[in-house]
């Protein structure tokens, strides 16, 4: 079972590739989210308020992804695909890159424009800290709170990561399981007594 995915760990620093005095600045994130992606894209047009093309494409999802390629204004896919095609080839999910061109007054042509923004692409992601991480599933387990004692002990055992929880007459635990240990976990949980363990 392929339960990792890679992606990177920080934003990457800002890269610089020049051609015929076009400027590309590079920059890769790592996003969860489109909200997060518009406020990357926010912060860098204000950033470089001068330039004419803010070109992007991100992946989001480890099992299920979903992506999108921006060409911002270039001729249709000589931006956004190319600068998607570098996320594929170094296999990445959950990152944003984001090129950012200052016109040097020489046209570069479609291929030229291609060229150009994989290698901006390329070079913010060869700077950037790539990282292995577990694809892990969010379960809620409900319980009554004289189960306290052996539900703790369970998520001991099994090294579960709790992430919030409630501790009243009703209790209730969020945590997360690398996936290939999800049904074991969940199944300790039946195998002691019955409770409900919903996934999130």
């Known amino acids: 079972m392929n339960d990792t995915y890679k992606t990177i760990s920080a934003p990457s620093g800002e890269t610089l590739y ?89 046209k570069l042509g479609v291929g030229g424009l291609i060229s150009a923004y994989r290698t901006s692409a390329q070079m913010a992601l060869e700077v950037s800290d790539i990282v292995e991480k577990t694809i892990d599933l969010h379960y809620k387990v409900a319980f009554e709170y004289k189960d306290i004692n052996k539900v703790m002990r369970i998520i001991r055992e099994k090294n579960l990561n709790v992430i919030s929880q409630r501790m009243e007459l009703d209790c209730e635990i969020e945590f997360t399981v690398r996936k290939r240990n999800a049904p074991e976990a969940v199944g300790a949980f039946d195998a002691v007594f019955w409770i409900s363990v919903s996934e999130v």
């Open 18 to 106: 020049k051609e015929k005095g076009s400027k590309f600045f590079g920059y890769a994130f790592p996003v969860v989210s489109e909200d997060e992606v518009k406020q990357h894209l926010e912060n860098l047009r204000k950033q470089h308020s001068g330039a004419v093309h803010f070109c992007y494409a991100f992946q989001i999802g480890t099992e299920k992804t979903y992506y999108r390629a921006n060409d911002d204004g270039e001729p249709s896919n000589s931006a956004g695909m190319p600068i998607y095609g570098q996320l594929q080839s170094f296999g990445l999910t959950n990152v944003l890159i984001v090129s950012v061109r200052f016109f040097g007054g020489v």
